[in-house]
């Protein structure tokens, strides 16, 4: 959702900030904004725009700047306009802010502090550069600052620029994430480790209720009253490379192609030749506990379903998984010794934070599986396992859902007494991907020629259910067409009423035990007119299957099959024309709940 990025050093603020921005639009926005530092007037100027981020570069007057803050906008307060785009002034003209989160009392806020007063803009983030400015009269800024951070209750990620002092930058955390960045050049702060590529070589992510006073060569640390705290920084390794597009048109096809590099990625991160490399301290943990609990949300979900196949045919262990947004509210009757797993890919879901904030207060111990290693959902869990899939840029998820089951098999087979060569497994999975990912001449004829009807369906039994609901989402979310994914089984018991001439229905089947009934759920839908695809595997194949994917181990065909369901959803977006990487009102790291 929202995105920050602040700059401030010998080098041009203006192109850091906007290329920060740009780096951002991953994540979901609907429109963006700058201010930067005028320096033959000495004055910030303000721009804002509707829509994307290249609407503002256009409108953007300045060349150079020493100083900036910029901001991308996922409404949540009020509509999407110029008047409610980021950054906002005071009207004292003196402090001018960007905001990511929501302030819930903002509200009361108004009331309390400014009656009279008429608001420029609808958001919940005007109120907070109104009282900064207010404070400010009567007390230092950084006192200003810290008073009024703590009369906001939600959520915050915030950067203040002083007008009064155009070589300081301030700078707040709160449940939101915030990193800065540091080179012997300047200082760039930003919500996302994305903003900091190529502009910092260290970084500090931020913890909640800290405070940053920053200038062109160092910063500050303190807490929210004024104490200075002490922090090490890391060395910042991301390569510039893997986050760009490179050959392919999308940043989703470029993901679908790297999954047999994650892979390979993961298995020389998890494995010493044949033995597995997750810290003894987890596996013990986990093992002292009688039943796992996997949370997450949409895809990371899915991945979570297959994870807890393998965990209970592996390691025996009982295993549920639970809709984040769900448990966080609903929480079902646990255990005696539950452990809980929670699975994100950016480790930001604010729905996964809300669960996470309860199972801490209850004592439990948590492990979270992450791609972001310095997210706030690995550092407040008691363990953290990291994907190692590399950023994952196009809203739509593959190379992390296929990551996500790689780990968790890992893990499951840690956790077991197994003697099968797991490695070799997912080496040849690897290779089975490859030799697939050139095939896609198939998945490209029947997006174009049976997805032109408003909906369709993926039916499957077991982990192929599973994997169908995952490429019914990633069929939805990107195409827009009406994708649900069935128990095959369920069909006959109402949906199959939905079944007309066309229909496109398409069939995962990788378990020789149900492999007849999910084909004679697909004689029945074919007989009642449905236009079907069936994708399984070469030991399973019968005359006229589409998609034949090369043996691998069946626990872990979901990583194989859901490959042609990705190039499926991707080609049915690009035949209906559709914005691939940043789908309609999706956002990437999804931080509101
Ligand atoms: O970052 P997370 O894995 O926690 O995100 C959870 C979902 O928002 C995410 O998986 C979403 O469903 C995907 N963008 C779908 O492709």
């Known amino acids: ?21 740009k780096r951002l639009e991953y994540r979901g926005y609907d429109s963006a904004g700058m201010s930067l530092f005028d320096e033959s007037s000495h004055k910030f100027v303000n721009f804002k725009e509707k829509g994307r981020i290249k609407i503002l570069e256009e409108s953007l007057t300045l060349d150079h700047s020493s100083m900036g803050i910029g901001h991308t906008r996922w409404a949540t307060h009020g509509r999407v306009n110029r008047e409610n785009a980021h950054p906002h002034t005071s009207e004292d003209g003196r402090f001018t802010i ?11 806020l108004k009331k309390l502090y400014f009656e009279n007063h008429t608001f420029k803009s609808e958001t919940d983030t005007e109120v907070i550069c109104e009282l900064i400015a207010l404070y400010a009269q009567k007390m230092p800024s950084t006192d200003a600052i810290r008073k009024v951070l703590k009369m906001l209750h939600g959520s915050y990620a915030l950067l203040v620029i002083d007008h009064d002092d155009p070589n300081t ?25 994305m903003a900091l590529v190529g502009t910092a070589d260290n970084y500090l992510a931020l913890d909640d209720e800290t405070f940053l006073r920053v200038t062109k060569n160092n910063f500050t640390l303190y807490d929210l009253d004024g104490e200075v705290l002490p922090y090490q920084m890391s060395p910042l390794d991301i390569d ?8 392919f048109d999308h940043y989703m096809l470029k993901e679908i192609h790297e999954q047999p590099a994650v892979l390979r990625r993961i298995i020389s ?5 044949t033995t597995i490399h997750i810290d003894d301290e987890i596996i013990n943990t986990i093992k002292s506990h009688d039943r796992i609990h996997i949370l997450a949300a949409g895809t990371s979900m899915h991945a979570g379903l297959i994870g807890k196949g393998l965990l209970e045919s592996f390691s025996n262990i009982p295993t549920e998984v639970h ?24 480790g930001e879901t604010a729905d996964l934070r809300a669960c996470l904030v309860n199972l801490k207060k209850a004592q439990h111990k948590v492990l979270t599986i992450t791609n972001v290693r310095t997210s706030t959902l690995a550092r407040e869990a008691d363990f953290a396992l990291e994907l190692h899939a590399g950023p994952e840029i196009a809203v739509a998820s593959t190379k992390a859902y296929t990551a996500q089951i790689a780990v968790l098999s890992i893990l499951a087979y840690a956790l077991s007494n197994q003697s099968f060569d797991l490695k070799r ?10 030799h697939f990912l050139d095939k896609y001449e198939v998945m490209e004829k029947f997006a174009k020629d049976y997805l032109q009807k408003p909906n369709c369906f993926y039916i499957g039994r077991g982990s192929d259910y599973y994997v169908g609901l995952e490429a019914a989402l990633k069929l939805k979310e990107i195409s827009y067409i009406q994708t649900e994914g069935f128990a095959a089984g369920e069909l006959k018991h109402g949906t199959i009423a939905l079944i007309e001439e066309g229909t496109p229905v398409i069939a995962i089947i990788s378990n020789d035990k149900t492999a007849e009934n999910t084909r004679s759920n697909l004689s029945e839908v074919k007989s009642r007119g449905a236009k079907t695809l069936t994708i399984t595997f070469e030991s399973l194949k019968e005359n006229g299957d589409e998609i034949v994917l090369d043996n691998i181990n069946p626990s872990l065909s979901p990583l194989l099959t859901v490959i042609p369901t990705q190039l499926i959803a991707y080609y049915a977006a690009l035949h209906r024309g559709h914005d691939i990487d940043k789908p309609r009102n999706l956002a990437k790291s999804v931080t509101v709940e």
Do not use: R, W
Request: net charge negative; hydrophobic share 40%.
């Open 425 to 434: 497994e997912l080496s040849e999975t690897a290779q089975a991907m490859e």
């Open 269 to 273: 991160k998890y494995f010493n030749d």
């Open 240 to 247: 510039d490379f893997s986050s760009e597009k490179g050959e």
């Open 169 to 193: 930058l301030y700078a707040a955390k709160f449940k939101s994430p915030l990193l800065i960045g540091k080179s012997d050049n300047g200082m760039v702060i930003g919500s996302d480790m």
């Open 323 to 346: 809709i984040a947004s769900e448990f966080a509210y609903q929480q079902p009757l646990l255990g005696e010794k539950p452990f809980f797993i929670l699975i994100s890919q950016s």
């Open 98 to 108: 960007v905001h990511n989160g929501v302030i819930d009392n903002h509200n009361k």
């Open 1 to 21: 959702m929202c995105g920050i990025v602040g700059y401030l050093g010998k080098d041009n603020a203006k192109e850091i900030v906007l290329n920060g921005l």
